[in-house]
């Protein structure tokens, strides 16, 4: 058997043992089905290479559709398009000034999360 198909391999136990006390403690400890569900939700925003690179952008200055396109090389109506599901996700927020909209990670755990992925890709 070759190293990466060991790797891949998936092990199981040898006899069927339900350990009672840890599927409870698991149990009382899992979030329930609506914030499982919202919570794929939020980390599918996360799935997409332009908005992972919208939210690094983000991380370090609001920037308005005209910079992040600059930024990105890619038209503005990508851009805006990628905000506004980033937006309902609630991930980035906006305020206007004038004419020009800015565009902001709504909060700390935002910035949290997009480091510690990166972290841990960057370890691998």
């Known amino acids: 058997m070759t190293d990466s198909k ?3 391999e ?6 069927h043992v339900i350990h009672t006390e840890a599927v409870l403690l698991a149990r009382a400890q899992m979030p329930d089905e609506e914030t499982t569900s ?4 939020f980390f599918k925003a996360f799935s997409d290479k332009t908005r992972l690179r919208i939210l690094a952008a983000l991380n370090t200055k609001e920037l308005c559709v005209c910079d992040i396109a600059a930024l990105l090389g890619m038209s503005q109506s990508a ?5 506004r599901f980033l937006k309902q996700a609630r991930l980035v927020k906006s305020r206007k000034n ?3 909209v800015y565009y902001a990670l709504c909060d700390s755990h935002i910035q949290t999360i997009l480091a510690q992925g ?5 370890e691998g």
């Open 98 to 100: 004038g004419k020009t």
């Open 118 to 122: 990166i972290a841990h890709v960057q």
């Open 38 to 41: 919202a919570a794929s939700d």
């Open 6 to 8: 060991r790797q891949t």
């Open 10 to 15: 998936i092990e199981c136990c040898e006899e």
């Open 79 to 83: 851009i805006s398009h990628q905000l």
